[in-house]
């Protein structure tokens, strides 16, 4: 049931992390893989991001995996880059049959009316309007297809609850849920089916970039635990790479409009 074979999947912010987790589950499915990064830093992100040389080695590791795979530079913020990535799947492989809005940035605040303007725009343009955009350019290649799809876009524990100490990270995230929610509604009619991952934290070189550049939480708001129920601090990128690719397969092909936590009991918790 979690055969992909024939399958063309985009994955945005793939050169690390959960995209390159996504990147080699996927394709060790049967897919073929088109991956992208912005692979630069971005004015406001305080941690260093993705290099062309880590985009390089997802390229590499799925190839030697034995996957097909392509994979460009690209911003999430632009439209332009996001129909290039589109455009690079259909000359290279054909089709769109999934997409994996992954891409994202995070950020640590004082409290949410202290979040300098720039870096409360930067936070939704990367997370919330680069996952549109993702979305924008490749679903009307998906009904041209007329063969349905999924989308998966990565939100976060903090879209579905508060999130003190970084604010505009959760109204981000927040905003996927009604993004997810809405797609789902409108592309029900071409089969294509629409949901978020919601993970607790993960074990990435975002989060071990911010954990060396700002304290894990900038102020010991009252009731703010962070902790998981289960007893683990921080899962690990295949952990959500699991679920996704139960969320793509035909396992879930009657799946849509859902928000699919992978939080190992923090929302429970919380």
């Known amino acids: 049931m979690t055969s992909l074979d024939g399958k063309v999947a985009i994955i945005t912010g793939g050169a690390r992390g959960q995209g390159r987790a996504h990147a080699l589950t996927l394709a060790a499915a049967g897919a073929r893989i088109v991956v992208c990064d912005v692979a630069a830093p971005i004015k406001n992100v305080q941690y260093a991001l993705a290099t062309p040389g880590d985009l390089e080695e997802t390229i590499q590791l799925v190839k030697e995996a034995g996957g097909e795979i392509a994979g460009m530079q690209a911003d ?21 049959d999934i997409l994996l809005a992954n891409a994202g940035i995070h950020d640590h605040c004082e409290s949410t009316i202290e979040i300098e303007d720039d870096a409360w725009q930067t936070m939704l343009d990367v997370n919330l309007t680069g996952a549109w955009k993702a979305c924008k350019a490749v679903v009307p290649v998906m009904i041209e297809g007329g063969r349905g799809g999924s989308i998966v876009i990565t939100s976060s524990v903090d879209g579905l609850g508060a999130s003190p100490s970084w604010g505009h990270y959760g109204a981000a995230k927040h905003g996927l849920q009604g993004l997810k929610d809405t797609l789902a509604f409108e592309l029900a009619d071409h089969n294509i089916r629409v949901n978020t991952v919601n993970p607790t934290g993960v074990n990435s070189p975002m989060a071990e ?31 959500i790479s699991d679920a996704v690719l139960w969320l793509v397969s035909d396992g879930a092909k009657y799946v849509t409009g859902i928000d699919l936590p992978i939080d190992a009991g923090y929302l429970t918790k919380h």
């Open 76 to 96: 999430v913020r632009s439209s332009a880059d996001m129909k290039a990535v589109a455009d690079l799947a259909v000359s290279q492989f054909g089709r769109i």
């Open 209 to 239: 970039g911010l954990s060396k550049v700002l304290p894990h939480v900038v102020r010991k708001w009252k009731h703010n635990d962070r902790t998981n129920l289960l007893d683990v601090m921080m899962l690990e990128p295949q952990d």
